[in-house]
C-alpha cells in the first residue's frame, strides 16, 4: 500500500491560520505519544526551589505561574539561537523528550507551574511570533484531569498526554485543583514526521460546556479589569524595550 503523501506546510510566509488549521485539523490534537511523567516529576523535584520564575514577561495572562525556559529565549525583537538552557542538563527525561522523541526542531520550551486555584486568562497568541511553528503541550501532573479552553470548547488533557494547541485562537485554563499543574509548553518548525504525527493524532476531542465558557469568561474579565494598570505599564515597557534594542 502507498502511504498517504505529508502535507507541506510552507514556511515563508508561514500559514496565515497557523500550521494546525492549514492541515485541515480543527482545534488541539491529541498525539499518539505518552510523556513519563514519573521520571520527569522526580527530576523537577530535584531541582532547587530558586529555578522556578517568572519565564514569561507577561504580568497578567501569567499572573498565576512559575515557569522557567529549558531551550530558547523569551521572544523579542530579534532572532536568538535554540539553545539548550542550564536546568535541561539536569532534566535527562524532558531533553529525550524535547529533543528525540519528537522528530522535529524545537525553537523554545518552558516548564510551566499553575498555582492551585490558578487562571491563565483567556488569550490569544501573537500571531507574528507562532504561525509557522506547532505548539505542543506535554502534561506532567494534576491533581485531577484538567480542561483546557480554546475557541469555545473544552479538552480534557490527563497527565502523560501530548496535545498540539491551537494557540493563535483565544485560550485559557483554570486549575481547579488544590495542587499545581505542571506542563512543559514547546514550540517546534515543522517537519515532515511531526506532521505525520499531527495527522495521525486524535481531533474532534473538544466539547462544548456553555456555563463552564460564561464561568472562564467572567473570571477572565475580572483579571484583565483587576490588573489593567499592570497590564498597561506592561505594553509602556515593551514599547520602550523594542525601541532600544
Known amino acids: 500500500m502507498t502511504p498517504e503523501p505529508v502535507p507541506h506546510v510552507p514556511t515563508d510566509p508561514p500559514p496565515a491560520d497557523g500550521v494546525l488549521r492549514h492541515l485541515g485539523i480543527d482545534g488541539c490534537v491529541r498525539l499518539p505519544l505518552h510523556v513519563d511523567v514519573d521520571g520527569l516529576a522526580g527530576e523537577l523535584a530535584a531541582l532547587p526551589d530558586d529555578t522556578w520564575s517568572g519565564a514569561s514577561r507577561d504580568p497578567v495572562v501569567q499572573a498565576s505561574v512559575?515557569?522557567?525556559?529549558?531551550?530558547?529565549?523569551p521572544r523579542g525583537p530579534r532572532p536568538l539561537p535554540y539553545d539548550d538552557r542550564p536546568p535541561l542538563a539536569r532534566l535527562p527525561t524532558l531533553?529525550?523528550?524535547l529533543r528525540e522523541t519528537i522528530p522535529a526542531t524545537p525553537t523554545r520550551a518552558i516548564v510551566a507551574r499553575l498555582r492551585p486555584h490558578g487562571l491563565i486568562p483567556i488569550h490569544t497568541d501573537t500571531p507574528r511570533?507562532?504561525?509557522?511553528?506547532?505548539?505542543?503541550?506535554?502534561?506532567?501532573s494534576a491533581e485531577r484531569v484538567q480542561r483546557l479552553f480554546c475557541d469555545d470548547l473544552w479538552y480534557a488533557m490527563a497527565p502523560g498526554e501530548a496535545w498540539a494547541l491551537d494557540n493563535l485562537r483565544p485560550h485559557a485554563i483554570q486549575n481547579?485543583?488544590?495542587?499545581?499543574?505542571?506542563?512543559?509548553?514547546?514550540?517546534?518548525?515543522?517537519?515532515?514526521?511531526?506532521?505525520?504525527?499531527?495527522?495521525?493524532?486524535?481531533?474532534?476531542?473538544?466539547?462544548?460546556?456553555?456555563?463552564?465558557?460564561?464561568?472562564?469568561?467572567?473570571?477572565?474579565?475580572?483579571?484583565?479589569?483587576?490588573?489593567?494598570?499592570?497590564?498597561?505599564?506592561?505594553?509602556i515597557f515593551k514599547r520602550l524595550w523594542r525601541r532600544r534594542v
Open 129 to 140: 511570533f507562532f504561525r509557522g511553528t506547532v505548539r505542543l503541550s506535554f502534561q506532567v
Open 66 to 73: 512559575d515557569s522557567f525556559f529549558v531551550i530558547g529565549h
Open 176 to 235: 481547579d485543583g488544590a495542587a499545581p499543574r505542571v506542563n512543559v509548553l514547546a514550540d517546534y518548525q515543522p517537519s515532515a514526521a511531526l506532521v505525520r504525527l499531527l495527522v495521525q493524532g486524535e481531533s474532534g476531542l473538544g466539547v462544548r460546556d456553555g456555563a463552564a465558557a460564561a464561568a472562564i469568561t467572567a473570571l477572565s474579565r475580572e483579571r484583565y479589569r483587576r490588573m489593567r494598570w499592570r497590564a498597561v505599564r506592561y505594553e
Open 95 to 97: 531533553r529525550r523528550l
